[in-house]
């Protein structure tokens, strides 16, 4: 069994300790900090064997007390959008914090991302993290039970980080975590000489369908990709919508037909295979990141320098008509949702 280890990360609010901890498999490894739940660094070799960070994130506490930027971070209660902030459950209206105009994003103002989870367990290159979220906390009913399970493994397929949220509640509520993520095959220490490298990547999303949207990116309807910017079921680079002037960034969900992505940065020869049990796929290619903002090794990521892959139950479906067949994010007492997606790791 290998223990992973755990590392002091500075403290919030003049007292609570946050911690790092560090998860090694089949020359991958990964570290994870309380604060947020988040994957704050992922380092994965590329074809020349070439060991490099994959993903967004700042090198020290601060930044992501200072800047919300979502990088790693796990996201809640309700990932994505909540049109207006309002909902009506079993003949309730509930209007939650709003924090993008009359939006609820990702939980609120002070979600999930912003919350110093507490190490529940150990395990085999694996840990769980655990918080707790109070009756009307954002304005979401019932006390919720989240839990965030990481694990490293060394698989025939190659290195795989899985990633598991759990919740559970005392009363109705709403649920959909996932995780934020932005993905850079391309390794941090080459952005500086491949600006925008991820419209460069492969993206394959078994998708025949992708949601519409308005201009505050609320869904409006459920279309068929057909031959449009949003059909990757075989396989695109985003730039080919750039270029084309079709859209100036992606920042969708597609809706899946099975739980099988896939993302290849032919450059580097690094591939990310992606596997989820949920329904949707949001795609953003960091269309809001302006350089204003240094991260690791003083880089300040800029527009298109990443991807994020946030495997969700589809945004706003709580205010859906029941006709788009959206998957429910009500959860009861007695249940346990479950998110899962797991990562694996190759060459091409």
Not at 12 to 26: D, K, N, Q, Y
Not at 177 to 188: P, V
Not at 284 to 313: M, W
Request: charged fraction near 20%; glycine fraction near 10%; hydrophobic fraction near 35%.
């Amino acid at each position: 069994m290998t223990i992973p280890e755990r590392h002091s990360f500075g403290h919030v609010r003049s007292s609570t300790p946050v911690e790092r901890i560090v998860l090694r498999a089949g020359g991958v490894s990964a570290e994870v900090l309380t604060y947020g739940a988040t994957l704050m660094s992922l380092r994965v070799p590329d074809r020349e064997g070439r060991v490099d960070d994959i993903v967004l994130g700042f090198d020290d506490l601060q930044g992501y007390l200072d800047h919300r930027m979502f990088f790693g971070a796990s996201v809640g209660r309700v990932a994505n959008r909540i049109a207006g902030g309002r909902f009506t459950l079993d003949g309730r209206d509930y209007q939650l914090a709003q924090n993008e105009g009359e939006t609820t994003l990702h939980g609120g103002p002070d979600g999930f991302d912003r919350r110093n989870w507490a190490v529940s367990e150990l395990g085999d290159c694996s840990v769980t993290l655990e918080m707790v979220s109070h009756a009307g906390d954002q304005g979401f009913p019932g006390a919720l039970t989240a839990r965030a399970i990481y694990a490293l493994r060394e698989t025939s397929a190659g290195p795989c980080l899985s990633l598991s949220y759990e919740a559970e509640t005392d009363a109705p509520t709403l649920v959909s975590m996932t995780n934020h993520s932005f993905f850079a095959l391309a390794g941090l220490s080459a952005l500086p000489d491949r600006p925008r490298s991820a419209l460069e990547y492969r993206l394959k999303v078994p998708a025949a369908r992708y949601l519409t949207v308005d201009e505050q990116l609320i869904p409006t309807g459920v279309a068929p990709v057909g031959a449009s910017p949003f059909d990757f079921r075989e396989g695109r680079q985003p730039l080919t919508a750039m270029r084309s002037g079709a859209l100036e960034g992606y920042d969708h969900c597609l809706c899946l037909d099975s739980g099988e992505i896939e993302l290849h940065d032919p450059t580097s020869g690094r591939l990310m295979r992606m596997s989820t049990n949920l329904p949707g796929l949001q795609v953003y290619t960091g269309n809001f990141l302006d350089g204003s903002v240094p991260s690791k090794g003083g880089y300040a990521a800029r527009k298109h320098d990443a991807i994020c892959l946030e495997p969700q139950i589809w945004p706003d479906a709580i205010n859906m008509p029941q006709s788009w067949g959206a998957q429910s994010p009500v959860l009861r007492p007695g249940e346990v949702r479950r998110a899962e997606m797991s990562f694996t790791f190759g060459i091409r």
